[in-house]
């Protein structure tokens, strides 16, 4: 049984320029999640999926952030013209439906490192 | 205000030696999940144990318990005779039932097991 994959683990990037990562969550988990965790921090919620639908979005994602689950599975989260204070941790997790556990804890990926010089 | 209070920085602990690291929490919805997560240096944030808040018994898994003092507030975890390996940033979360399951989570307590 595979955990939480995040791709890629880091990236480094130029300021101005877009970047994509992707979420791949256990399978058969329908609930899936972007946090945003900066050093010396507890992560910040970014947003919320239940199967193919975006569900909730924090106030933290402005216009530059989109983020996609098209068939219900994998997810990304781009940023478009990066900025030196989007860089951080990236953080992706996933949960099972109700049916199975109800205590919706949620399985982390390893997290994507972006730096944005 | 901040709804996952986590007062402790930093710890030192003797391997073996039991270490209880604080949270406490701010919620006014009567329906609600506690978390704890180890997060080592290599980054990946690891589920360890779960309360919720109708649970009548404090939850328990291997050598982690959760103290659960409803009226106070407070989800304090304890780990018993600590080993090396629990070195780590430990962070307490909650997840309000009216919030779209999203957890809410403190700054971290960062334990440091000497040998």
């Known amino acids: 049984d595979t955990g939480v994959s995040q791709d890629p683990r880091h990236k480094i990037t130029k300021r101005g320029q877009n970047v994509t990562f992707r979420c791949d969550p256990i399978s058969e988990h329908n609930r899936l999640y972007w946090y945003r965790q900066t050093l010396g921090q507890g992560p910040e919620f970014l947003t919320y999926?239940?199967?193919?639908?975006?569900?909730?979005k924090s106030r933290l994602l402005s216009d530059r952030f989109s983020a996609e689950r098209p068939k219900g599975s994998f997810s990304t989260l781009e940023i478009q013209r990066t900025e030196q204070g989007d860089s951080a941790m990236y953080l992706c997790a996933s949960s099972p439906p109700r049916t199975v556990k109800i205590t919706y804890e949620q399985y982390f990926g390893p997290g994507t490192r972006l730096t944005v010089t | 205000a901040q709804k996952i209070t986590q007062t402790q920085p930093g710890m030192f602990v003797q391997e073996k030696e039991a270490v209880t690291l604080d949270c406490t929490y701010d919620t006014s919805d009567p329906s609600y999940g506690l978390f704890w997560y180890k997060q080592p240096s290599s980054g990946e944030m690891i589920f360890l144990i779960y309360?919720?808040?109708?649970d009548q018994q404090n939850a328990t898994e291997g050598r982690y318990s959760l103290n659960f003092q409803k009226a106070r507030k407070s989800a304090n975890l304890v780990i018993s005779a600590s080993q090396l390996g629990d070195s780590a940033m430990y962070f307490c979360?909650?997840?309000?039932?009216?919030?779209?399951?999203?957890?809410?989570w403190g700054a971290g307590t960062k334990l440091i097991i000497k040998p």
């Open positions: 979360a909650m997840r309000e039932f009216d919030s779209n399951y999203q957890l809410i």
């Open positions: 999926f239940q199967n193919e639908a975006q569900l909730e």
């Open positions: 309360q919720g808040s109708y």
